[in-house]
């Protein structure tokens, strides 16, 4: 993209969105099979958290190898394998009928979404855009992601209602295939780097991050992120769902047009996503003005105001919708802040590797956030326990931040981020 160009202009940022939202589209809309899996089956919360909890690990681990696999051998090649891996983990799955198989199943799930994620897709939108425009160009495209979010939950929920979630699966199978469809878009640019930069080895940029302290406590920050995220996403509807009783006693959902419990819970992870459309192109606007690691600081500090005040006062329709507005106003604005503080520090030559190293902590926090929910769960009968911890790492995350050195890395050269 030349300087002159807007960020809405570009191909490749389009084709980045159609495919980002459609997979998150279906990455967000598996709490809601939650409780009608289980039932069928008779499994425990936690033999399905886990699963989950398998696919988020998987997207973590395949993430750097993804990122690596674009910069080596074309980026588009890594989006086909990512969509193939998803298509055919969806489809397997929904001829599960162990909590086994469909824990196993899962990884290729975890593989595809990190092939048509984050790591592969934002390298290539990133290396399209101008220095000016980068972070507010990348977070449009994690907008995007929010936007499959809105999506993703009430079109499960309205599948549901006449088919069984087997045959959902498959649909959504056939639905990312069909993403496919915005790959020309996707060509990836020349790096926009310096001949240093460019002469780099991959070896030696990930010993150049490795030996850096800041690399780590941006790897570190990024734990809790994914543990607030994916805790909230597979464990939200159904907790939403079985306090029916406590958060409807005298019919309030059926006075704003909500149906049930269930349907409350699909809508407010929409209004999270709904939210963040507006959090995150915000974060990536700040971006480009002001410190990332101070607004990260800001944005962890914000989200462990929300969970500790909606888990403190009662649970009702009213504080569920308020507490999904406000936490999806900050659910993936760090994401922007965090892959453009990657590529500002270290370079945008490698940036979908180091990003995705960087991404698999906070996929580490999401194993641990779905894990950690079923098991506290089938041992006390709620989430207290588990929102609390979340609670903790939000601030841990916010401190952790502070130190980081938002500077160019001496080894390398390259355009601003």
């Keep these: 993209m030349t300087q002159s160009q807007t960020p809405l202009m570009n191909p490749v940022l389009v084709g ?18 939650q409780i009608p899996i289980a039932e069928e089956f008779g499994w425990l919360r936690s033999e399905f958290s886990f699963a989950i909890a398998i696919q988020n690990l998987a997207w973590g681990i395949g993430q750097p190898i993804f990122g690596a696999i674009g910069e080596k051998f ?20 929904s001829y599960a009928i162990t909590p086994g198989a469909h824990q196993w199943l899962e990884i290729l799930v975890g593989f595809g979404i990190a092939g048509t994620g984050f790591g592969v897709i934002l390298a290539v939108v990133g290396r399209a855009a101008s220095d000016e425009n980068r972070s507010l160009t990348l977070g ?27 045959s959902v699966f498959m649909i959504f199978a056939a639905a990312i295939l ?31 991050a490795f030996k850096d302290p800041s690399f780590t406590l941006i790897f570190v ?15 939200f ?42 959090g995150t192109i915000t974060a990536g606007w700040l971006g480009k003005r002001y410190s990332k690691k101070y607004l990260l600081a800001a944005i962890y500090t914000g989200r462990t105001i929300i969970a500790a005040l909606f888990i403190m006062f009662p649970i009702t329709p009213t504080t569920v919708i308020l507490f ?63 929102w609390w911890i979340g609670v903790g790492i939000g601030a841990f995350s916010a401190i952790v931040h502070l130190p980081v050195r938002e500077r160019r890395h001496p080894d390398t050269i390259q355009a601003a981020a």
């Design 221 to 235: 920050g990024f734990f809790s992120c994914g543990y607030q995220l994916a805790f909230i996403t597979a464990h």
């Design 16 to 33: 980045g969105c159609i495919i980002i939202m459609m997979g998150f589209a279906i990455r967000a809309s598996f709490g809601v099979f």
């Design 140 to 166: 449009i495209v994690t907008a995007a992601g929010s936007a499959g979010q809105v999506i993703g939950a009430p079109i499960a929920e309205a599948l549901l209602s006449f088919m069984p979630w087997q």
């Design 74 to 93: 074309g980026d588009r090649k890594a989006i086909i394998l990512g969509a193939l891996f998803y298509a055919v983990g969806l489809i397997l799955s």
């Design 178 to 208: 069909m993403a496919l469809f915005a790959l020309p878009m996707m060509r990836s640019p020349k790096p926009i780097a310096s001949k240093t930069e460019l002469d780099q080895s991959m070896g030696s940029a990930l010993k150049m």
């Design 237 to 278: 509807p159904a907790f939403v769902t079985e306090m029916c009783g406590a958060i409807d006693p005298s019919g309030t959902l059926a006075s704003v047009g909500i149906s049930s419990t269930s349907a409350l819970g699909a809508v407010a992870i929409s209004l999270i996503g709904l939210s963040n459309i507006v």
């Design 324 to 386: 999904s507005v406000g936490m999806g106003s900050l659910w993936l604005a760090t994401v922007p802040l965090t892959s453009g503080l990657v590529a500002y520090i270290y370079g945008l030559r490698y940036m979908g590797t180091l990003y995705g190293i960087v991404f698999f902590s906070h996929q580490l926090g999401s194993f641990m956030g779905v894990w950690l929910g079923g098991r506290m769960y089938d041992a006390y009968g709620d989430y207290t326990t588990v």
